[in-house]
């Protein structure tokens, strides 16, 4: 049973809802970027000396760098001096000291894009560290955290109270030099999170990053750092979204994670970036690095991302296996729709031994968009009794878009154990017509079928982010039926 | 209740029925039996509003009104409702979040209240039992690694879950073993009543000797060629479909 075209492009045509511009003063460079911005930025932020030479250290090594052009997307070169680099929310005096002093603006925004602060302060037991454009504007929850010795704050902040853990730690999962982004995150991040759970401590409740861009023309930056110490555990969710606008806007984020022996860090993304028009125009170019190490033994770091906004998703959360009998694991659904393209997996370095690592990714394409899984599994000689599991299941919608699968194993251990799956399949005529002759609406039937494809992705996400992980699919598919 | 007149429907450019004409009143059982290719499953498809077939003239009319007119969905809340001869799976999706996503649907359209989770769940363990389908089934994927005989009863349970006004079965007993077979005639037997109507659709005569028809129509060419009581279908039993001039290569059953 075949739907018509029509059906299909009404249910892929839903409108961005997050697409509102917020009105509100802000400071905001002038375009351009050179050693003195980046000192005005670090200046303006008070940073320490050190901190300003780590930036320009960056920056010195970024100049050298090559923007990356292996994976498969195609984007207008962006100039990056064109690009505004700081744009901060007005305030009359330095950072509020609680949400009360927060713009009430800024609050209505968060509490339009469904994270209304005050509330979850109070009720959701969800901590919230809310970052507009290039600043942090309002972390909850920040006295139950103290009083279990963890740290969550701004970056900013933890780059001013706790020095020593952020030199210890920034940078040696993700260094400067690693790539374009990651170089040029490092020299001009502007704001992010930073969490440290100290030893044997279980967070008590979920951390969570809302991060918005409102300001047109400018870039997000955000630098996150999360540390867990031995035998500690924390489960960290971040969202994001952005207004509509014509042009496109850089989001070059970089995600370091650190777990010691026996510490577990379960680390949960819907990302929701404006996605541009239905013919392409405008959007998000997400280039982010995000990158745990196990560095303990019986360490666990765990990826589970919902992919369904950005123009252009170039992403790899990965894991360093470092530690013996450490974990790693990467879930994954990625939605890509109208002109959307992704490129997106991971990489499992496995060095200890006994080290195991986990791959579901799942990939639904829709409209002529592109959306392509990579991933690179790599047993280096250490990896005695190392395995792998990997399963990468693709779902197209219609007959205009593109699924792509490029693996890679790399084994320099012959005890290592590789196991790959790979499916492609199509919402079928059958399937619709079962749905339909059974009463259910063809919308309805797609996202169910949808959601039944990312089942066991979902099973991983915390239950509020799974119920907004499912809308949000119900939402990018509108207009898809096929 | 169903009224079909002069229907014509083709596939790809291909007439497969060929002016079909069927009265189909509330409380009856109509068997449609004919050769492979005759256009039996045609038909079926054509009534539940299965897209691939373009219906090229004729009418059909559910209590009145121009089923034609209407979308699958909107014919299968009107009471339609299609059991298939080959269920598709839809992995991930549990049986239990089908079913009640559709019986929600229903009653959404009828201006009823939606049933809560454990209201539905109540419900569909006792009509997974009537059966003979163990309840830990409506947790599995819809179809998903089904035996051909829970396939068939996976059908039969959501004609009675949803309780259709015209029940169209498509072969449900091809594939089934003997106790598979009564068990599905007694669930198909459990929905007959005073205001609906079956039409069954199937190659062979065994079915009907668990599930009495009223009338027995022998659909060949894209045509009824004959119709008339449970004397026929015996017949055809016995003397093959040669006497009423249809070559049928599987005629040894």
Redesign the interface.
């Known amino acids: 049973?075949?739907?018509?075209d029509q059906e299909v492009n009404e249910l892929i045509k839903r409108e961005y809802e997050h697409g509102f511009v917020t009105d509100i003063e802000a400071d905001t460079f002038e375009p351009g970027l050179n050693e003195d911005v980046i000192a005005r930025l670090s200046g303006l932020k008070k940073e320490p000396e050190w901190m300003l030479q780590w930036r320009l250290k960056a920056y010195r090594r970024w100049l050298e760098m090559d923007e990356p052009n292996w994976a498969h997307v195609g984007y207008p070169k962006v100039d990056y001096n064109s690009i505004s680099y700081y744009s901060a929310p007005k305030r009359k005096e330095d950072m509020p000291q609680s949400l009360d002093e927060v713009d009430p603006e800024l609050l209505r925004t968060y509490e339009k894009l469904g994270i209304p602060l005050h509330e979850r302060e109070k009720l959701a037991g969800v901590a919230v560290d809310a970052v507009f454009d290039s600043v942090s504007v309002a972390t909850t929850f920040k006295e139950p955290l103290a009083k279990a010795g963890v740290i969550f704050c701004s970056i900013s902040e933890a780059i001013q109270d706790y020095p020593e853990l952020v030199q210890k730690y920034l940078g040696t999962v993700v260094p400067h030099s690693d790539n374009f982004f990651a170089g040029l995150n490092s020299a001009v991040f502007s704001d992010g999170t930073f969490v440290y759970v100290p030893k044997g401590v279980r967070c008590p409740m979920e951390l969570s990053t809302y991060f918005r861009i409102n300001a047109a023309n400018t870039g997000q930056f955000e630098r996150t750092l999360i540390i867990a110490d031995e035998g500690s555990y924390v489960s960290y969710l971040e969202g994001c979204t952005a207004p509509m606008r014509d042009e496109n806007q850089l989001h070059a984020a970089v995600v370091e994670l650190v777990a010691l022996g026996d510490a577990q860090i379960k680390y949960s993304t819907v990302q929701n970036w404006y996605p541009g028009d239905e013919n392409g125009k405008g959007g998000i170019f997400n280039f982010v690095t995000k990158r745990g190490a196990c560095l303990g033994d019986s360490s666990k770091i765990s990826w589970t991302q919902v992919e369904t906004g950005s123009a252009v998703t170039w992403k790899y959360p990965s894991c360093i296996l470092r530690g013996d009998n450490s974990v790693g694991e990467f879930y994954s659904v990625a939605l890509t729709n109208n002109y959307q393209q992704a490129d997106t997996g991971t990489k499992m370095i496995h060095l200890g031994k006994n080290t195991s690592s986990t791959i579901i990714s799942k990939g639904i394409s829709a409209g002529r968009s592109s959306n392509a899984y990579r991933g690179l599994v790599k047993f280096q000689p250490g990896a005695e009794g190392a395995r792998n599991f990997t399963q990468c299941d693709s779902l197209l919608i219609g007959d205009r878009c593109g699924a792509h699968t490029f693996p890679y194993i790399e084994s320099k251990n012959k005890s290592a154990i590789v196991e790959h799956e790979a499916t492609t399949s199509k919402v079928?005529?059958?399937?619709m017509?079962?749905?339909?002759?059974?009463?259910?609406?063809?919308e309805?039937a797609v996202s169910?079928?949808v959601?039944?494809?990312?089942?066991?992705v979902f099973k991983e996400l915390p239950m509020e982010f799974a119920v907004e992980a499912g809308k949000l699919l119900e939402v990018s598919l509108e207009g898809s039926v096929g | 209740m169903l009224s079909i007149k002069n229907l014509h429907a083709s596939v790809e450019g291909k007439e497969i029925l060929k002016g079909i004409n069927l009265e189909i009143k509330a409380g009856e059982v109509h068997a449609i039996m004919g050769p492979n290719g005759s256009g039996k499953s045609t038909l079926s498809q054509v009534l539940a509003g299965n897209e691939t077939f373009d219906v090229t003239s004729g009418e059909i009319t559910l209590n009145g009104d121009n089923l034609l007119e209407l979308a699958t969905e909107e014919r299968a809340r009107e009471g339609i409702f299609l059991a298939f001869q080959y269920p598709v799976e839809i992995p991930g999706v549990s049986n239990l979040q089908f079913l009640r996503t559709a019986v929600n649907a229903m009653r959404q359209h009828r201006g009823e209240d939606e049933m809560n989770a454990a209201e539905f769940m109540k419900l569909a363990k006792d009509v997974s039992r009537q059966v003979d389908l163990d309840p830990a089934f409506l947790k599995r994927g819809v179809n998903e690694g089904f035996s051909g005989g829970e396939k068939k009863r996976n059908e039969i349970m959501q004609a009675l879950l949803l309780q259709p006004k015209l029940a169209i079965l498509d072969e449900t007993d091809s594939g089934l073993d003997i106790d598979a077979l009564k068990v599905v005639s007694d669930g198909v037997n459990a929905l007959r009543s005073e205001d609906r109507a079956i039409l069954m659709v199937t190659h062979y005569q065994r079915l009907l000797n668990h599930i009495v028809p009223d009338h027995v129509h022998v659909l060949a060419g894209g045509k009824i060629v004959k119709s008339g009581g449970r004397e026929l279908a015996l017949e055809l039993e016995e003397r093959g479909y040669g006497w009423l001039g249809i070559k049928d290569e599987d005629a040894s059953n």
Request: charged share 25%.
């Open positions: 049973m075949a739907t018509t079928s005529d059958e399937q017509f079962l749905c339909r002759q059974r009463g259910i609406d063809p309805q169910m079928i959601n039944g494809f990312c089942k066991e």
